[in-house]
Every structure is written in C-alpha cells, then in structure tokens.
C-alpha cells in the first residue's frame, strides 16, 4: 500500500467513539477535506483528510457533531476506512478503487457525481467485473 493513513493503535469496539474531528473550515473542496456542508469543507492534513477508502468501510463520521465512530470491532494496529461518499457530494479527484470488499464499487465518486470515466467511456462501468 501507498501513501498515508490513520492507525489505531488500540482496539476499538463497534459504536465506539473513536475520536473527535478538528481542522480549518475552507469554501473549496482540498485533496484532504472533508464536506461539512455543500459551500465548506474540514481541512485537517493531520489526521481526517487521510482515512483510507473502502467501499466496506470500518468508521463512519458525523459531520455535524464531527465524530468518527466504530462500524465494527477494530483490532489495535488496523488502518481506519471510511467510504468516500459517506460525506462527499462531490470528491476532489476521482479514482479506481481497489479495496477488495465484496461490495467494491470499483470506482470511487462522491454521493452526487457521475462517474467521469463512464461518461467517456461507457464500457469502463464493468472495468472490476472484467478485471477479476
């Protein structure tokens, strides 16, 4: 794996709180914001701006009470996951998914984004089914 993310470095059991999130309310969309409402954005390259993607994520976060909880046990020393499109209406920069969940979506856009390769190119909406 490339690149950063967010460890926990203790167990945490589903519903747990895991951390409160902080940053810099901004009116644009940054490689690590996340949406708080449609015209601002959290920015926080320290710690939120880099959960990983996983269309089975292991957290979910409250962009209102800017929590991040526990979707499932997780085991000390695990990477944090968190779906994209849970709080993106529109991602910074769309891209291949290659998460494994059974469940992948293949490609990663936020919750009201057409997929920017499919309107190319329709044949890549199958491009995970033709690769496994």
């Excluded at 926990?8 to 895991?18: M, P």
């Excluded at 969309?29 to 959290?42: A, S």
């Excluded at 993106?88 to 891209?95: A, H, N, R």
Aim: proline share 5%.
């Amino acid at each position: 794996m490339a690149g950063r993310g967010v460890i926990a470095y203790r167990a945490f059991a589903k519903g747990d709180v895991i951390a409160r999130m902080a940053g810099h309310v901004v009116s644009e969309i940054r490689q690590h914001t996340l949406q708080l409402t449609p015209d601002t954005h959290l920015f926080d390259p320290y710690f939120s701006g880099f959960f990983l993607h996983s269309c089975s994520p292991n957290i979910s976060l409250n962009m209102v009470e800017l929590t991040v909880t526990a979707l499932q046990d997780i085991p000390a020393n695990s990477f944090l996951y968190m779906d994209y499109a849970e709080t993106e209406d529109v991602l910074f920069k769309q891209f291949p998914c290659s998460c494994g969940a059974p469940n992948c979506r293949s490609w990663i856009t936020g919750r009201k984004e057409i997929h920017n390769a499919a309107m190319a190119q329709p044949e890549m909406l199958n491009l995970n089914q033709a690769m496994r």
